[in-house]
T-cell receptor, first 112, second 117 residues
Framework: GEDVEQSLFLSVREGDSSVINCTYT??????LYWYKQEPGAGLQLLTY?????DMKQDQRLTVLLNKKDKHLSLRIADTQTGDSAIYFC????????????FGTGTKLQVIP | EPEVTQTPSHQVTQMGQEVILRCVPI?????FYWYRQILGQKVEFLVS????????KSEIFDDQFSVERPDGSNFTLKIRSTKLEDSAMYFC???????????????FGSGTQLSVL
């Protein structure tokens, strides 16, 4: 079955860049996502990338996809304390209501 | 921005009791989902629901679980006889439907923390 793996924890200093990595197994993945979960809140979709893309940039966020290695990363430039949260990598196939498979989440701690 | 609303935020129940978790999806959305996250583990898909029937369910979603859209706005998850291992955060989600990540984008509620004692 599908599987998505992430490291559990990342600590960075405010102002530095953060890079959160993810690997997945499903070669049929069409969409890859990054979700953010703040304490006591739901899962917020940050950004997504089609599997036929290598990179997507959205303000401070850069997503890199290596489809051959099934590796996805999220880079947050100029990390702020407000970026402290759990970041989930996720994937799905196309098809209207396909289920999303999530990773374990990476807890990002930003040190002032 | 429209949001998915879940109630209650916390639910404590005794093992063997029935619980109903409630959700109000975004009004023009057509697809509805339940996910759960056991503490320290992955967010897991439970079930998707469309056109008043289950579209897909995981192996977790056994006969103890059921979903219902009792009216035009609510979407509920019922656990008939709760077990200790049902303790988790349960997330409801909805999506507009149609192809493409925008239409398939899931909007999640803030979750119901279920504790089975």
């Amino acid at each position: 079955g599908e599987d998505v793996e992430q490291s559990l924890f990342l600590s960075v200093r405010e102002g530095d860049s953060s890079v959160i990595n993810c690997t997945y197994t499903d070669s049929s993945s069409t969409y890859l996502y990054w979700y953010k979960q703040e304490p006591g809140a739901g899962l917020q979709l940050l950004t997504y990338i089609f599997s036929n893309m290598d990179m997507k940039q959205d303000q401070r966020l850069t997503v890199l996809l290596n489809k051959k290695d099934k590796h996805l990363s999220l880079r947050i430039a100029d990390t702020q304390t407000g970026d402290s949260a759990i970041y989930f990598c996720a994937e799905s196939r196309a098809g209207g209501y396909q289920k999303v498979t999530f990773g374990t989440g990476t807890k990002l701690q930003v040190i002032p | 921005e429209p949001e998915v609303t879940q109630t209650p935020s916390h639910q404590v129940t005794q093992m063997g009791q029935e619980v109903i978790l409630r959700c109000v999806p975004i009004s023009n959305h057509l697809y509805f989902y339940w996910y759960r996250q056991i503490l320290g583990q992955k967010v897991e898909f439970l079930v998707s629901f469309y056109n008043n029937e289950i579209s897909e369910k995981s192996e977790i979603f056994d006969d103890q679980f059921s979903v219902e859209r009792p009216d035009g706005s609510n979407f509920t998850l019922k656990i008939r006889s709760t077990k200790l291992e049902d303790s988790a955060m349960y997330f409801c989600a909805s999506s507009e439907g149609g192809l493409g990540p925008f239409n398939e984008k899931l909007f999640f509620g803030s979750g119901t923390q279920l504790s089975v004692l």
